[in-house]
């Protein structure tokens, strides 16, 4: 008798998978495409991602090749369209690239421009935006108002900051263009004593603390 009952209830059981596969079969069907749809759209835009990247790098080291053979406008001008149509890390670096060419061609207020539109993008890293603020910064001590450019590094002279040993000497210089010899020299002698500032730096901090202390 078992045997009749177990008969009669697997009956039952392939019965009701069939209604239900007669009623949610076609979602069924419709989930599994779905899937299998958003599967291949993800393999898809990895794939295509990767030949993005490697036409972005290619286009990248044809304008440094450009650069390198002193076709500064032109590898600045290529640079520049890069920063444009290029996305995340590539196109940072294709805008750092263009303003420091801005000013090997000698467009000191192009390469400035460029420098603070990049320290001012908020879509871009901080570490990125706070080098463009010194190397605008830099470049603006040529002819710029030393108390201004003071200002604007302020920020990153934190100790927490990477580029705070920079910005120090970059606000020492400023000083100096401002005829504020002792605060230069205050500023340069922290750094020369400071054995966590680059070997380098660490140098041209001692000679100059030196040379106005004579």
Do not use: C
């Given at each position: 008798?078992s045997?009749?009952f177990r008969?009669?209830d697997?009956?039952?059981?392939?019965?009701?998978?069939?209604?239900?596969?007669?009623?949610?079969?076609?979602?069924?069907?419709?989930?599994a495409?779905?899937?299998?749809?958003?599967?291949g759209?993800?393999?898809?835009w990895?794939?295509?991602?990767?030949?993005?990247?490697?036409?972005e790098?290619?286009?990248?080291?044809a304008a440094?090749?450009?650069?390198?053979?002193?076709?500064?406008?032109?590898?600045?001008?290529?640079?520049?369209?890069?920063?444009?149509?290029?996305?995340?890390?590539q196109?940072?670096?294709?805008?750092?690239?263009?303003?420091?060419?801005?000013?090997?061609?000698g467009?000191?207020?192009?390469?400035?421009?460029a420098?603070?539109?990049?320290?001012?993008?908020s879509?871009?890293?901080?570490?990125?935006?706070d080098?463009?603020?010194?190397?605008?910064a830099?470049?603006?001590?040529?002819?710029?108002?030393?108390?201004?450019?003071?200002?604007e590094?302020?920020?990153?002279?934190?100790?927490?900051?990477?580029w705070?040993?920079?910005a120090l000497?970059?606000?020492?210089?400023?000083?100096?263009?401002?005829?504020?010899r002792?605060?230069?020299r205050?500023?340069?002698?922290?750094l020369?004593?400071?054995?966590?500032?680059?070997?380098?730096?660490?140098?041209?901090?001692?000679?100059?603390?030196?040379?106005?202390s004579s």
């Amino acid at each position: 008798m078992s045997d009749i009952f177990r008969e009669i209830d697997e009956e039952l059981r392939r019965d009701n998978v069939a209604k239900l596969w007669e009623r949610y079969g076609k979602y069924i069907v419709g989930l599994a495409a779905v899937i299998v749809l958003a599967t291949g759209a993800a393999v898809g835009w990895r794939e295509y991602q990767l030949r993005v990247q490697r036409a972005e790098s290619v286009r990248y080291a044809a304008a440094l090749e450009l650069a390198q053979k002193n076709e500064l406008a032109r590898a600045a001008d290529d640079f520049a369209l890069l920063a444009r149509e290029a996305g995340g890390g590539q196109a940072t670096l294709a805008r750092l690239q263009e303003a420091a060419l801005r000013a090997r061609t000698g467009d000191e207020q192009a390469a400035i421009s460029a420098y603070k539109a990049l320290a001012q993008d908020s879509s871009v890293d901080s570490l990125y935006r706070d080098l463009a603020t010194l190397l605008a910064a830099l470049h603006e001590l040529k002819s710029g108002d030393p108390k201004t450019i003071i200002a604007e590094v302020s920020a990153l002279t934190s100790p927490g900051n990477p580029w705070h040993h920079s910005a120090l000497e970059i606000t020492a210089l400023a000083h100096l263009h401002a005829g504020e010899r002792t605060e230069a020299r205050d500023i340069y002698k922290t750094l020369a004593d400071d054995l966590t500032a680059p070997p380098g730096l660490r140098a041209r901090a001692a000679e100059m603390s030196g040379a106005l202390s004579s």
